[in-house]
């Protein structure tokens, strides 16, 4: 019995290893690296162009929806009850909407009450109160009027 084990265990060594040591790898330039080269770019025609997107663009618009963007994660975070992030978030898109600002100073009437929306949502989030669902709903309100403003 023991060398019926021995055996098997040596034959199936054997075949392992001249099974690796067959393959051939595909001639430079051939037609598994063509085929190669055209799953690539395939592949990368269905990857959408992130800088094109204005959540990634460096402009006024792309610091509104950052800032929509922290919003709605703080939200998020609200009903979680990690409040701590949610203080980052909120702290985020005030960050966000001070740059926007920056750049187009005719906001100023939209990002006041912006500002003192999230400034109430900071200081809900310090004091870890609940019940922010119209608070938060303000927010989103405002950044949809501020960017229904800037397409003006």
């Keep these: 019995m023991r060398e019926i084990k021995s055996a098997i265990l040596v034959a199936a060594a054997c075949a392992i290893v001249s ?3 067959c393959s051939k790898p595909p001639a430079e330039g051939g037609l598994a690296a063509g085929q190669s080269n055209k799953n690539v770019a395939q592949a990368n ?3 959408p162009n992130l ?3 204005p959540l990634y663009q460096k402009t006024i618009r ?3 929806e950052r800032a929509g963007l922290a919003i709605s994660m703080a939200h998020d975070l609200v009903k979680q009850e990690n409040w701590n992030d949610a203080l980052v978030q909120l702290r985020a898109a005030q960050k966000q909407l001070e740059d926007a600002l920056a750049q187009k100073p005719r906001l100023i009437e939209q990002y006041e009450a ?3 929306a999230i400034d109430r949502a900071i200081r809900m989030a310090e ?3 609940t019940g922010t669902e119209a608070l ?3 927010l989103q309100t405002r950044i949809g009027a501020v960017k229904a403003y800037m397409d003006q």
Aim: glycine letters at 10%; charged letters at 25%.
């Design 19 to 21: 099974a690796s040591g």
């Design 45 to 47: 025609s269905n990857v």
């Design 51 to 53: 800088a094109a997107t």
């Design 62 to 64: 792309g610091d509104i």
């Design 114 to 116: 912006l500002k003192s």
């Design 127 to 129: 004091n870890r109160s």
């Design 136 to 138: 938060f709903d303000e």
